[in-house]
């Protein structure tokens, strides 16, 4: 038993353990709170949440995609959306997958307002 209570043993082990508490406390703390990547809190780039009443595409004539880059999670493509979303007269959907925001408008499409909406919303449109 002496063997394995070195004094090397010891630093070791106790290193091991404050960084698995260490993790264990970050994973159950990110858990509790609902937070992402994107909607720590800490954040200064806060997007309200648009809710879209009208969604037939009948009466959207106007419409354009964006590549977005700086999406991560699922909540980095809601904040997207509801950035694009504030716009008086448009309607976005966003595919994190594809990085891409398709953008849809009562009319013509103003490509600054929605490159302006996704930069202040803490996001960018990628240029090809």
Same mark, same amino acid.
């Given at each position: 038993m002496g063997e394995i209570l070195t004094p090397g043993n010891i630093i070791v082990f106790v290193i091991v353990a404050i960084g698995?508490?260490? @993790? +264990?406390r970050r994973a159950i703390g990110g858990l509790?709170? @609902?937070e992402s990547c994107c909607t720590s809190g800490t954040s200064s780039r806060k997007v309200r949440a648009v809710k879209v009443t009208d969604t037939d595409e009948a009466h959207y004539p106007y419409a354009i995609d964006l590549p977005i880059g700086g999406m991560s999670c699922e909540g980095c493509a809601a904040n997207v959306a509801n950035a694009l979303n504030a716009i008086d007269g448009t309607w976005a959907t966003v595919d994190l997958a594809g990085k891409t925001a398709h953008v849809r408008a009562k009319h013509p499409i103003d490509v600054d307002a929605c490159e302006a909406a996704v930069r202040d919303a803490g *996001? *960018? +449109?990628a240029k090809p």
């Open positions: 698995l508490i260490a @993790g +264990v509790t709170k @609902g *996001y *960018y +449109v």
